[in-house]
């Protein structure tokens, strides 16, 4: 085998072995933000609120109050695979998060998946970022 093909493999198996590890964090933060779904619907299902208006201003004080750019959310994610925009904000993840648990307790309608897409790729984007991984 050449130098440059082990160098190459060697290349391979660090991305993998940075990949399982952002899974795992990803699978983490995506089970807690999950279960903590599961738990704030069975107690709005148990005492149902109607004070959604107002929950509807705590979110949005929330995103003007820590990143207001995090409003954007999934625009966020395709403008910086776009290349269009250097860096997805990690306020991010805890305000997507709380405010989605937020509209949940209140009987709003928000979704799931998008919100974990939005953790997995805020997540992944700032490990690659911080270990300067050079995007291809």
């Known amino acids: ?13 660090k991305y993998a072995f940075l990949a399982l590890i952002v899974g795992i964090c990803v699978g983490i933060v995506d089970t807690i933000f999950g279960r903590g ?12 609120q109607y004070l959604l208006p107002l929950a509807g201003l705590l979110i949005i004080w929330l995103y ?10 999934m625009s966020l994610i395709f403008e910086t695979g776009q290349k269009k925009r250097e860096e997805i904000p990690l306020a991010l993840v805890p305000l ?7 509209t949940h307790l209140f009987g ?3 979704g799931r998946e998008g ?3 939005q953790i ?4 992944s984007h700032e490990a690659g970022r911080r270990l ?5």
């Open 1 to 13: 085998m050449t130098k440059e093909k082990q160098e190459h493999l060697i290349l391979q198996i």
């Open 37 to 48: 779904l599961l738990a704030i619907s069975a107690f709005r299902s148990a005492h149902y």
């Open 64 to 73: 003007q109050h820590f990143s207001s750019l995090s409003l954007k959310g």
């Open 96 to 102: 997507v998060i709380i405010c989605t648990w937020i």
């Open 108 to 110: 709003g309608s928000a």
């Open 115 to 117: 919100v974990a897409v």
């Open 120 to 123: 997995g790729a805020t997540i």
């Open 132 to 136: 300067h991984i050079k995007e291809k």
